[in-house]
């Protein structure tokens, strides 16, 4: 089947990322098994192939607003699902080093099947909750960069990831629309956990009129060792609120 991949070529030259026809045809792959194994599990809601362009790869790889991926080596991404923003960045940038942790172990399973079916080398898939796996040595402010695409408030997904970040690292927090408010609400939490709001970078995601931003949050000194709290009391009583 023939593909348009003029909104994705597009969308990257905008962003700065040039794609060799290799990344082009892993994207195409990512699709194709993305949408066949939608038929049998919930993983995308977004299944027209110029929509997954827009609202999945090119919003993945947007953080290239925010951050100097080339610079960067170890990621994580939490809250992966069907395994965004990681496997666009992945495929963009193969150099990374990624780990992407998701809930649930059929769509960890789906995530390790599309790296072998792409060829990545050094990435991985975990199964678990983000609060139990920040307390292990392994993970614990090892990686370079964090990212999250998901939808919990700022003050809740900085207990999340800010732990798995080193110092000197970078979570960025992928929002809709305004969050200005959520952030100064989310301030004394990420102070709490060793962060600082450096940046939030507003835009409009390419041939749409579909509002997104960025939340980068600097981390700054060692997350305290009582956080995250255990499993559930993040999101239930966030932090600072």
């Known amino acids: 089947m023939l593909y348009d991949l003029t909104i994705l070529e597009n969308g990257c030259a905008e962003l700065g990322i040039e794609l060799t026809q290799q990344q ?16 049998v599990m919930n993983l995308t809601g977004i299944t027209e192939f110029q929509e997954v362009l827009t609202k999945h790869f090119l919003d993945s790889l947007s953080c290239v607003k925010a951050v100097d991926m080339t610079k960067v080596k170890t990621i994580i991404d939490i809250g992966t699902g069907a ?57 614990r402010e090892k990686y370079d960069l964090c990212v999250s695409r998901a939808v ?3 003050a809740t997904l900085s207990e999340y990831c800010l732990p798995y970040v ?16 959520e952030a100064d609400q989310a301030q004394k939490a990420i ?6 709001l450096t940046s939030i970078t507003y835009f409009d995601l ?8 960025l939340v980068t949050i600097t981390k700054q ?8 709290r255990k499993a559930g009391t993040p999101l239930k009583t966030p932090l600072g609120q």
């Open 166 to 181: 080193k110092t000197g690292g970078t979570f960025i927090s992928y929002k809709s629309g305004t969050v200005q408010e």
């Open 221 to 228: 000194t060692p997350t305290p060792k009582p956080y995250p």
């Open 24 to 39: 082009k045809d892993q994207y195409i792959q990512y699709y194709e098994y993305l949408i066949e194994k939608n038929k």
């Open 83 to 139: 395994g965004f923003p990681g496997i666009p960045l992945k495929i963009a940038f193969p150099h990374l080093e990624a780990c992407l942790l998701d809930s649930l172990k059929k769509r960890v399973n789906f995530l390790e099947e599309t790296f072998t079916l792409l060829g990545f080398t050094n990435i991985k898939a975990i199964h678990g909750r983000a609060e139990e796996y920040a307390r292990n040595k392994e993970y």
């Open 206 to 213: 390419p041939d749409s009129e579909i509002s997104r931003s």
């Open 152 to 154: 919990s408030n700022l």
């Open 191 to 196: 102070k709490i956990l060793g962060g600082k």
